[in-house]
């Protein structure tokens, strides 16, 4: 049974800073990354920050800026984000993927909402 459980999502001030976490597990080894997502009111869902599963390599998408940092410890994935502002708000997801291409397997977590006052 695939598990995957977001949280750590709360209201923050511009410049503030919070951790997401992400625990998964149970999904086929065939994708090997795991990522953050996430899709604001009215947009669609956007590629956040990934990490190879097995070598633990990161890559980053635009809206990470060089502010968020993706990490990984067991079965638990993490998105650091710092200097938050409001264009951050959004729900933030995790999926397993396969390296390199969007999310094809259907397996999403509920998400965590993340608010950023300016």
């Known amino acids: 049974q695939v598990q995957l459980e977001e949280s750590g999502g709360d209201s923050v001030q511009a410049g503030g800073a919070l951790r997401l976490s992400c625990v998964a597990s149970?999904?086929?080894?065939?994708?090997?990354?795991m990522g953050w997502f996430r899709q604001a009111p009215g947009k669609e869902r956007e590629g956040v920050a990934h990490?190879?599963?097995?070598?633990?390599l990161t890559a980053y998408d635009a809206p990470a800026k060089g502010r968020f940092r993706i990490s990984q410890d067991g079965g638990v994935v993490y998105l650091q984000m710092n200097d938050l502002e409001p264009e951050d708000t959004a729900v933030y997801y995790c999926?397993?993927?396969?390296?390199?291409?969007?999310?094809?397997?259907?397996?999403w977590g509920r998400g965590t909402q993340v608010t950023v006052s300016s």
């Open positions: 999926a397993p993927h396969r390296c390199g291409v969007w999310p094809d397997s259907g397996y």
């Open positions: 149970g999904y086929p080894g065939r994708y090997n990354c």
């Open positions: 990490i190879g599963t097995d070598h633990g």
